[in-house]
């Protein structure tokens, strides 16, 4: 099954099902008791609700909607830096723990959502990865046991400021609508081994990445083990899982994101992440605060 979240035709926020024939609202029909796809999954038996209407009459197409990020509202987004051995090699890495950071909610978009280039960025690079969504909370779990507590797996588009990043990541990583999240998160009945898919990225149609998640230093089981040690993990948190070689910033000549490019994650089983890079436009604060009033009323 695939969940997503979206505004519809009247720009209000909603999730739901999407299949072959359209998609399944399921913010109108459970939204009065589950009002995000967050909220649906920390329900008990969320997923098994919404699959009672995965068979009902579409109430929209794609082309009628907005696409939103997975979750739009994630308590804690934790990613995975040097979690490939081709990346590794690019950056020299030689620490053998999990380097982690983390993003904001409000850095995220969502699918053929504008990727905004920071405008005080010469470096704004790509990194396709993999996203998994927990479904089921904890804090001390076990490796063996990690599985159990994953809703779905998405695909994800990690800008990355590079100039920006200096002895940490988090300042060349929160950059407003910079982290692509989509187009769905795929539930877990349909990924029966999360480190067999096949990760590319595309920019501009030209294939930059190529990896198997069968090649991650830490696995997606280790990485849940390894957080819920020292964070206690709650329905729809997001862990971004790290991004194969071939990035810009190693690239001779370096090669980085402009507007107008198009950059696409395509993860087997799951889908194509599709976004256009804008530039930019920087808003004056009391600009910014109205804007985000008024849409938080429309909500």
Same mark, same amino acid.
């Given at each position: 099954?695939?969940l ?15 299949? !072959?024939?359209?998609?399944?609202d ?16 920390? %329900?008990?038996g ?37 979690n ?16 982690l950071?983390v993003r ?5 978009? $969502?699918?053929?959502r ?15 990865e993999l ?17 159990q ?13 590079r100039?920006?990043?200096h002895?940490?990541?988090? %300042?060349?990583?929160?950059?407003r ?35 198997? /998640?069968?090649?991650?230093i ?22 971004? /899982?790290?991004?194969?070689? $071939? ?8 090669l ?9 994650v395509?993860i ?21 605060q109205?804007? !985000?009033?008024?849409? %938080?009323?429309?909500?």
């Amino acid at each position: 099954m695939k969940l997503l979240s979206f505004r519809n035709a009247r720009g209000h926020r909603s999730y739901g099902i999407r299949t !072959e024939r359209g998609i399944v609202d399921l913010g109108s029909r459970l939204g009065e008791r589950y009002p995000s796809l967050r909220a649906l999954l920390a %329900a008990p038996g969320g997923i098994e609700l919404a699959r009672q209407h995965e068979q009902a009459a579409p109430d929209c197409q794609e082309s009628q909607i907005s696409f939103l990020p997975v979750i739009e509202h994630p308590n804690k987004i934790f990613c995975v830096g040097m979690n490939y051995a081709a990346k590794r090699q690019e950056f020299n890495e030689t620490n053998p723990a999990p380097t982690l950071f983390v993003r904001f909610p409000d850095s995220q978009t $969502g699918h053929r959502r504008p990727v905004i280039k920071p405008a005080h960025s010469r470096e704004f690079d790509y990194e396709g990865e993999l996203a998994v969504v927990i479904g089921t909370g904890g804090r001390g779990i076990r490796r063996e046991d990690a599985l159990q507590h994953v809703a779905g797996y998405a695909c994800y588009m990690d800008g990355s400021a590079r100039d920006w990043q200096h002895t940490w990541f988090t %300042a060349g990583k929160n950059w407003r609508e910079t982290g692509a999240f989509g187009p769905w998160l795929v539930t877990t009945d349909e990924i029966g081994d999360p480190q067999q898919l096949q990760l590319r990225t595309f920019l501009n149609g030209m294939q930059v990445q190529d990896d198997t /998640t069968a090649n991650m230093i830490h696995p997606v089981a280790a990485l849940i083990e390894y957080i819920s040690t020292f964070s206690a993990l709650s329905p729809g948190d997001v862990i971004i /899982t790290g991004s194969p070689g $071939g990035v810009g910033k190693k690239r001779v000549p370096p090669l980085f994101m402009k507007a107008g490019d198009t950059i696409e994650v395509e993860i087997s089983g799951i889908g194509r992440l599709f976004n256009v890079i804008a530039d930019e436009v920087i808003e004056p604060i009391e600009d910014l605060q109205v804007s !985000e009033a008024v849409e %938080a009323a429309a909500a």
